[in-house]
């Protein structure tokens, strides 16, 4: 089975500086990929690597076989991967289920179809109930919880997920939390995601990639990857490694 | 409360208005036969189909194109030229301009939707100018500054039938009123469309646009030619009405400025904002330049017309009639951000709420 997406040997370089260099990784499909490492590592560079952001300056992208190297993002999330924004990105003058239609409308040129796929979607991660809310007054818990409905509007088969419970108190966390394992159990999206909360991507990830200034660190099943020294040291310096 | 109604179904109470009001439109000419009062009408539809026709890719999608005189002059000067050199009927000619001014649209596009921001309002502007400064240069097509002056329109035929011949207002007085109102039609239709969804996506926030899956090349250019068309038709109606062009009245930053004004004094990305903002800008114009509040003030006794004050607005007070229109146009913009629509409407719900 080739892999949903592989990443081999991607650099970027932003002038000197190598915010990403020689990463390679493969994902299978229905598996979740955690993502971490320190402020800085390169992790949402990354991210602009894959869904088309940025092109890498080294190494290729494929998903599905595919390359994508060079393709815009709108093409990317029409071939089926989105990405959210770890800062998010609410169409704010617009209601909440117009801002899922968008995502929606991906795949439908009919507003009726796109409204009830936007329903579904605001019923999965259970905002059915502030469709007309605009979502300029979201509070930051269902902004991102909005932005995974509208990104799951588009029918992705790979979602990327960046920080998604960033900023969020323990019990909206903990919801997401259960959102993600919930779309794994529904079996059709892979997903990567990145996050600074250890324990909640200890719990989530099949597999975790640990970046450190732009480099693999270590790649491993989260047990592995809390008794590897290499990653110990990158977050807590040599004293306790 | 945040709340908003998304669908804009229609009740039955505005239907039935805007009809009574379509048809009291359509009547008008036959009740007032006054040509200056016809004059004003046509200049509301003119600005209208300039507003809503900026609406589209500045309140719609976000881009701030100052620059839509390329536009405006595209038509006009096509439709101009071919009736100066190839004695084409300027109805057609008005669509051999649209097609110019999609061929300017999307060479524009391909040049100005590389930048953000500011930098998008600039070089709209920059461009603009490059073509008012080829009109300006380019005699033996343009007649340079000297402009285009037709003395009489071919008459409009339908086979051998003469439909109208324009020794009135009252023909420009209908085209205007129909081209206005499809252009209002073509706002509403697109607002309920995907393409709508799409031009606001990407007004929001790009980015987030970009990666739903929405193309921004392709997307602003379609919103930038929509805009390009009704612009253009509107060049073209404006020469054929007025019958003299030339650089500066068809092609000048003041022509591409007052298009935005009409939608930020109106609202901006709403469908009735250009026409409340034609509706106000028109006459307030036409009011300052004819002198018409200096009378007002003299026939409401607060000024004698002898007095030194008398003398002094009867002389100054049209001068004044771009530093007045300024203010106002300030005022409005500090007062009511969202326009006098918007503005219309938070009245209206605290009014429903008090």
């Known amino acids: 089975m080739t892999p949903i997406l592989e990443i081999k040997h991607v650099s970027k370089f932003f002038g000197g500086l190598a915010a990403n260099s020689d990463v390679s990784f ?3 499909e229905g598996m979740i990929m955690g993502l971490i490492g320190p402020n800085g590592a390169g992790k949402t560079t990354l991210f602009n690597c894959i869904t088309g952001y940025y092109p890498p300056s080294k190494g290729d992208v494929l998903f599905k076989g595919q390359r994508l190297n060079g393709l815009q993002p709108d093409r990317v999330c029409r071939l089926g991967m989105v990405r959210t924004w770890q800062k998010v990105r609410p169409l704010t003058k617009l209601s909440v289920v117009d801002n899922v239609m968008v995502g929606a409308l991906c795949r439908t040129n009919s507003l009726k179809v796109a409204r009830e796929l936007a329903m579904e979607q605001l019923k999965v991660v259970r905002m059915d109930h502030k469709a007309d809310f605009i979502a300029g007054g979201l509070p930051i818990g269902e902004r991102k919880k909005l932005e995974v409905a509208r990104a799951l509007a588009t029918q992705p088969t790979l979602l990327l997920l960046d920080e998604v419970m960033g900023g969020l108190n323990p019990a909206e966390s903990d919801e997401i939390i259960q959102l993600i394992l919930d779309i794994k159990k529904a079996g059709t999206i892979t997903q990567m995601v990145i996050e600074h909360d250890m324990k909640a991507i200890m719990r989530i990830s099949d597999r975790i990639v640990v970046l450190n200034s732009g480099e693999k660190l270590a790649e491993g099943t989260p047990a592995e990857i809390v008794s590897n020294p290499e990653v110990v040291r990158a977050y807590l310096g040599d004293f306790h490694a | 409360m945040n709340i908003i109604r998304t669908s804009a179904g229609a009740s039955p109470v505005s239907i039935t208005l805007s009809l009574a009001l379509l048809a009291g439109l359509y009547l008008f000419p036959r009740f007032v036969q006054s040509p200056y009062a016809l004059h ?16 589209v890719i500045g309140g719609y999608t976000g881009q701030y ?25 300027p109805w057609y000619g008005a669509l051999v301009g649209i097609a110019v001014a999609l061929v300017v649209s999307l060479i524009i596009g391909s ?4 930048l953000r921001g500011p930098y998008f309002v600039l070089a709209s502007i920059a461009v603009a100018e490059i073509m008012r ?53 073509v706002t509403w239709w697109m607002q309920n469309s ?15 646009a970009h990666s739903l899956g929405i193309s921004l090349s392709l997307f602003k250019s379609t919103a930038l030619a929509i805009s390009a068309v009704f612009t253009s038709l509107a060049g073209s109606f404006y020469a054929i009405y007025i019958g003299f062009i030339d650089p500066p009245t068809v092609l000048a930053l003041d022509i591409s400025v007052q298009i935005v004004l009409i939608c930020i004094i109106g609202g901006i990305g709403t469908i009735w904002g250009p026409v409340v903002g034609s509706l106000v800008l028109v006459p307030l114009s036409e009011a300052l330049r004819s002198n018409l509040i200096a009378q007002g003030i003299f026939k409401m006794g607060l ?6 004050v008398g003398i002094f607005l009867k002389e100054h007070l049209s001068h004044a009639h771009a530093l007045i229109y300024g203010i106002l146009v300030v005022v409005v913009i500090l007062f009511m951000p969202d326009g006098v629509l918007g503005w219309a409407k938070k009245l209206a719900a605290k009014k429903g709420k008090g």
């Not at chain 2, 040049?111 to 590389?114: A, G, L, N, P, T």
């Not at chain 2, 409009?156 to 039938?161: M, N, P, Q, S, Y």
Request: glycine letters at 8%.
């Open chain 2, 303 to 308: 000024a004698s017309e002898e007095s030194g």
């Open chain 2, 111 to 114: 040049i100005c939707f590389r």
């Open chain 1, 26 to 28: 493969s994902m299978d």
């Open chain 2, 65 to 89: 194109s100052v620059g839509h005189a390329a536009y405006f002059g595209a038509g006009a000067y096509t439709t101009m030229i071919l009736l100066q050199y190839k004695q084409i009927n």
């Open chain 2, 40 to 55: 004003i009408m046509i200049l509301i539809f003119l600005s209208v189909i300039m507003g809503e026709a900026w609406n």
């Open chain 2, 194 to 208: 995907k393409l709508g969804y799409y031009f606001q996506a990407i007004r929001e926030d790009q980015d987030a």
């Open chain 2, 133 to 185: 400064l080829c009109a300006m240069n380019l005699k033996d097509l343009t007649n340079g500054a000297e402009g285009i002056l037709i003395t009489e329109i071919p008459p409009l035929k339908f086979g051998e039938t003469v439909i109208t011949d324009f020794l009135t207002k009252v023909p420009f007085y209908y085209i205007g009123l129909t081209i206005a109102i499809v252009t209002i039609l």
